[in-house]
């Protein structure tokens, strides 16, 4: 009882002193990206939370207290959009989020509405079909392309948020573009030998990388977006790989390997452990060194 | 991260959440504990999920509108009252084998959600919610709708003593719904069960005691769950257990003191 009180005393301690005040604006993004986006812009000017790491699916999330908190404080939300986080940011905006986050304000910023989707569902979509997104495919950031557009609409956010460093918003964005531009033309040389290819992939997550890049993908390991593999799926899926000189499965960090072991065990295809985000290995510590990985292990495996 | 007015914000719905289940689970604990049929909470919260996952699978309706919201809940509730009555009815029949019955409806549910969840993209998220639940996602609007029944559970059990023996199974089976849709079978589980056995040995007072703990269970858990950044339902599973293991020691110390004090001359 007595250790009890201790604690009670000292958490009473801790709610007197008061919240430390930053001048930083405060940006919560719901996956690295789009964190690693903004800081590209806002520099030390914003304080990124992301609500992911890479080796977490942003499909899902644990309802923890600094989400709340990271929430409750945001001066903009950067998310995917598109369905991506449906099962958590509508509640979590709706409990924490204040006035300027709200859906349709400044505020919100949903990388998806930005720019062309791929598998826009056009016909009936429900749930049997598994994890469709009846607004087309969200996963979007690996296209460098759509990453150049967002710099451009985060910049404008960041600016109509906070006008008094527009100037430094604009000068970092200017910089970042004909950086990017040079980069993407070398990423695109570099890539040409993988023109054609074809992969496995663990879910429909790479659509955007494979259509930049010329490649193809032959199969999913998910029977449905969003089902866990199965046995009868993988073994048609094996019947269907044989004799296609497919070059790899691509698995993201926080995808199980297992399906794709076995699927690379039967057929002597390697399987290869991209990065998909920010922080997704070692290597990938911003987004240029994303995009970099990125192309370096598609290219070993070929 | 340190504490401001803003963090009791952003989990007083949770405490409060948590203060209402205490209300109405604490008494209903304490005669489960008396009965000996400690799994029927776990039956019937089971049944409730499963009368819930049934709902949004086999109907697929908007999860946005208002069936859709509620459906699950009337048929969580439909799905626990049948489990209750039923082992309400077998308890005179099954005598020393309603545990056993009680554990085996209670895997049978559990493997039902299971296969039903099979074809569904969230379904393992969505089992990890009905056990472990999101309390923190507790809203004032959930609030409000659930505190009442709690109300109602605890006052009903208060006012009607004499008809308990038939009370209990209902009462069970109404409240259990709407903690498991707000807070998880984990936590319900413990709710019930630690702040009963934290008073098992009193003998005045225990609904009040009960409530009492749990409440101190339901602080912890939720300070700890901010200070750590860790999942708040487990995070208070566990600072239940600790509450209800130091409540009999620290009532022994107070207990005595005051009886050195008081009653010396005596």
């Known amino acids: 009882m007595r250790k009890l009180l201790f604690l009670i005393a000292g958490l009473g301690v801790l709610l007197a002193s008061p919240s430390s005040a930053f001048a930083r604006m405060n940006v919560f993004a719901c996956s690295p990206e789009w964190g690693a986006l903004t800081k590209e812009i806002g520099g030390d000017l914003v304080d990124i939370k992301s609500a992911t790491n890479a080796k977490q699916d942003v499909h899902h999330l644990r309802a923890k207290p600094s989400l709340l908190a990271a929430m409750r404080k945001a001066d903009l939300v950067f998310c995917t959009g598109a369905s991506l986080e449906i099962g958590w940011l509508p509640i979590l905006i709706k409990k924490a989020g204040g006035p300027n986050v709200q859906p349709e304000t400044i505020g919100w910023l949903m990388a998806s509405d930005y720019v062309e989707k791929l598998d826009v569902m056009t016909e009936h979509v429900d749930r049997s079909m598994g994890h469709i997104h009846p607004e087309g495919n969200p996963h979007v950031h690996l296209d460098p392309r759509n990453i150049s557009v967002l710099a451009d609409i985060v910049t404008e956010r960041l600016i109509l948020i906070d006008s008094t460093n527009a100037t430094t918003y604009q000068n970092n964005l200017k910089a970042f573009q004909a950086k990017w531009k040079t980069l993407i033309r070398k990423w695109e040389v570099n890539a040409q030998t993988l023109r054609g290819q074809k992969v496995v992939v663990y879910h429909n997550a790479w659509a955007y990388l494979l259509k930049w890049l010329g490649m ?7 029977p449905k977006p969003g089902i866990p593999p199965t046995v009868s799926h993988l073994e048609t899926v094996l019947v269907r790989v044989q004799g296609k000189n497919v070059t790899a499965i691509l698995v993201a960090p926080f995808e ?3 399906a794709a072991e076995w699927l690379s065990g039967k057929s002597g295809i390697p399987v290869v452990h991209m990065p998909f985000t920010v922080g997704g290995n070692e290597k990938s510590k911003d987004l240029p060194a994303l995009f970099e990985e990125t192309i370096l292990l598609l290219k070993g495996s070929s | 991260m340190s504490f401001s007015i803003e963090t009791i914000t952003l989990l007083a719905p949770a405490f409060v959440a948590g203060a209402f289940i205490s209300l109405a689970h604490v008494p209903l604990g304490q005669e489960v504990l008396k009965r000996g049929i400690i799994f029927l909470d776990l039956a019937v919260a089971q049944f409730a999920a499963l ?19 509620y459906g699950p809940l009337a048929s969580g509730l439909i799905a626990a009252l049948t489990c209750a009555f039923t082992f309400h009815a077998l308890e005179k029949h099954a005598g020393r084998y309603q ?24 379904g393992g998220e969505e089992m990890k919610n009905i056990l472990a639940g999101q309390i923190l996602w507790a809203d004032w609007s959930d609030i409000k709708i659930a505190a009442p029944v709690f109300i109602f559970v ?12 038939f009370l209990f199974y209902p009462l069970f089976a109404l ?8 807070i998880g079978i984990y936590l319900v589980f413990a709710s019930l069960i630690f702040p009963a056995l934290a008073v098992v040995k009193l003998i005045d007072h225990k609904v009040l005691w009960g409530i009492v703990v749990s409440l101190f269970g339901y602080s912890l858990g939720l300070a700890t769950s901010y200070i750590f950044d860790w999942p708040s339902g487990p995070a208070i599973v566990l600072s239940m257990a600790l509450c209800s293991f130091l409540f009999p020691q620290a009532f022994n110390i107070v207990f005595r003191i005051n009886k050195a004090t008081c009653c010396s001359g005596a």
């Open chain 2, 99 to 122: 545990e056993a019955l009680i554990g085996c409806a209670f895997v049978l549910a559990a493997s039902l959600s299971i296969l039903l969840m099979a074809n569904n993209p969230h």
């Open chain 1, 216 to 222: 193809g993908v032959i199969a999913s390991l998910e």
């Open chain 2, 154 to 165: 605890f006052a009903i059990w208060h006012i009607f003593k004499d008809k308990r023996e």
């Open chain 2, 51 to 69: 009368g819930m996952i049934a709902f949004q699978v086999l109907l697929n309706i908007d999860e946005y509108s208002y069936l859709g919201m």
């Open chain 2, 175 to 182: 409240a259990i719904p709407f903690a498991v849709k707000m």
């Open chain 1, 256 to 258: 199980n390997e297992k």
